[in-house]
């Protein structure tokens, strides 16, 4: 007779995209919109706890660790919400989305960026949220939120972009070419020079000369920006660029291959899934080259009914990263699935997402 643990116990050698992929206790795993940290020889996955109703976030966020990246063991809740009534900046029923984890050797904290939106105000706030923790698994204690680079240019912004009079009065009615090309100029980041920018979908990236950055959809979703984090990774240095400026693109993920830095993104259509972008450059500062969708085969319009987050580099694998995304469910935002896939690059070093139903990391060898 088999207990009822060890009936529901997995034990995984391979990825299954988009079916419910368990924990080690027989447990789905509640971890989206994550990024994984490599720490210690052992990989961490952070993500949103989310639940049945809506995409509010009443616990906080939740960490898993494993050692092959089949295997996942719930560290539980490492960033608590305040109680209801608490008055706090992520008090539960606020919005938590996107979390990822990075550690500093210097000050050997684990430092957290989210995107939070304040309860109660949908997705006004924009702000980035950051929490602190002296042990991987947490418990972090959140520090502060807001938004980004109050008072500074983006680096890439010409000075006629900085000095124009345009406001947003001027061009009133959205998505019409003027308003684009206005956008596309900097109406946002004028409007929003002295309060800081807007960061909504986000990632972390650290370089492999420690430099550190956040990237973010800013300008009412219509542009990324990248912003270089201070040494401790506890501010920003004010360095920042714009990248695809009114190109619209959500759920940054980002890794170095060979030197170039690729960065895949999706389109902007809630939780509804579209096809994916590529973006390349040579320096983490620009100039980055906007590319198509790279995912190749059917339903690749639709980047397989989902949406980045993460990209893994696979520890001792030549080349190996695993692209991860979400696939959402907003009507049970608790069964959004996972679909992890293999990066694979074609002759010119580009890129490309194929699906697979299964696969395991021997495709790397
Ligand atoms: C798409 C984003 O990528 C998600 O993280 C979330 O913010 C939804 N939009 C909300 O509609």
Same mark, same amino acid.
């Given at each position: 007779?088999?207990?009822l ?5 997995q ?11 368990k ?8 971890a989206?919109?994550?990024g994984v940290?490599?720490?210690?020889n052992?990989?961490?996955?952070f993500?949103?706890y ?10 906080g ?10 295997d996942?063991?719930n ?14 900046e ?11 984890v ?9 430092v957290?960026?989210f995107?939070?939106e304040?309860?109660g105000k949908?997705?006004?706030?924009a702000?980035?949220g950051?929490?602190?923790s002296d ?5 972090y ?9 109050p008072?500074?240019?983006?680096a ?7 000095e124009?009079?345009?406001t947003?009065?001027?061009?009133e009615?959205w998505?019409?070419p ?6 596309n100029?900097?109406l946002?980041?004028r ?6 920018q807007?960061?909504?979908d ?10 550190t950055?956040?990237i973010?959809?800013s ?8 912003a270089e ?5 506890m501010d ?16 940054p ?9 690729f960065?895949?993104t999706?389109g ?5 899934p579209?096809?994916?972008r590529?973006?390349v /450059?040579?320096?983490? !500062?620009g100039?980055?080259? %906007?590319?198509? =969708? &790279?995912?190749? $085969? ?10 980045s987050?993460?990209i893994i580099p696979v520890?001792d694998?030549?080349? /190996?990263?695993?692209? !991860?995304?979400d696939r959402? %469910?907003?009507? =049970? &935002?608790?069964? $959004?699935?996972y ?5 694979f ?5 580009m890129?490309?997402l194929?699906y697979?139903e ?8």
């Amino acid at each position: 007779m088999f207990s009822l643990l060890a009936a529901n116990a997995q034990d995984y050698s391979s990825f299954h995209p988009g079916e419910i992929w368990k924990d080690t206790d027989g447990v789905p795993i509640n971890a989206h919109g994550g990024g994984v940290l490599f720490y210690n020889n052992t990989y961490y996955w952070f993500g949103e706890y989310k639940n049945e109703k809506n995409n509010s976030a009443e616990h906080g966020v939740t960490c898993y660790k494993s050692t092959d990246l089949y295997d996942w063991e719930n560290k539980g809740i490492v960033l608590e919400v305040d109680p209801v009534g608490s008055g706090s900046e992520i008090e539960a029923g606020c919005i938590i989305e996107r979390p990822k984890v990075i550690y500093n050797e210097k000050t050997r904290k684990f430092v957290m960026y989210f995107h939070l939106e304040l309860k109660g105000k949908g997705y006004d706030a924009a702000r980035v949220g950051l929490a602190i923790s002296d042990h991987v698994t947490g418990p972090y204690k959140y520090i502060r939120s807001g938004r980004v680079n109050p008072g500074k240019w983006p680096a890439n912004m010409t000075t006629k972009q900085r000095e124009s009079k345009i406001t947003s009065s001027d061009v009133e009615k959205w998505w019409t070419p003027e308003w684009y090309a206005a956008v596309n100029n900097g109406l946002f980041i004028r409007r929003d020079f002295p309060t800081g920018q807007m960061s909504r979908d986000m990632t972390l990236f650290v370089d492999e000369d420690a430099k550190t950055y956040h990237i973010y959809s800013s300008e009412e979703n219509l542009t990324l920006h990248i912003a270089e984090l201070t040494d401790d990774y506890m501010d920003y240095t004010g360095n920042y660029i714009r990248i695809d400026p009114a190109g619209h693109n959500e759920a940054p993920a980002l890794f170095k291959h060979q030197g170039k830095y690729f960065l895949i993104t999706s389109g902007c259509t809630g939780w509804d899934p579209n096809p994916a972008r590529l973006l390349v /450059a040579d320096d983490i !500062m620009g100039e980055w080259t %906007r590319y198509p =969708n &790279p995912c190749i $085969g059917e339903n690749s319009e639709t980047t397989f009914f989902s949406q980045s987050t993460y990209i893994i580099p696979v520890q001792d694998k030549k080349d /190996a990263y695993i692209f !991860m995304a979400d696939r959402w %469910r907003p009507k =049970n &935002p608790v069964d $959004g699935r996972y679909v992890w896939l293999p990066v694979f690059f074609n002759e010119e070093g580009m890129p490309f997402l194929d699906y697979q139903e299964e696969w395991d990391l021997t495709v790397f060898d």
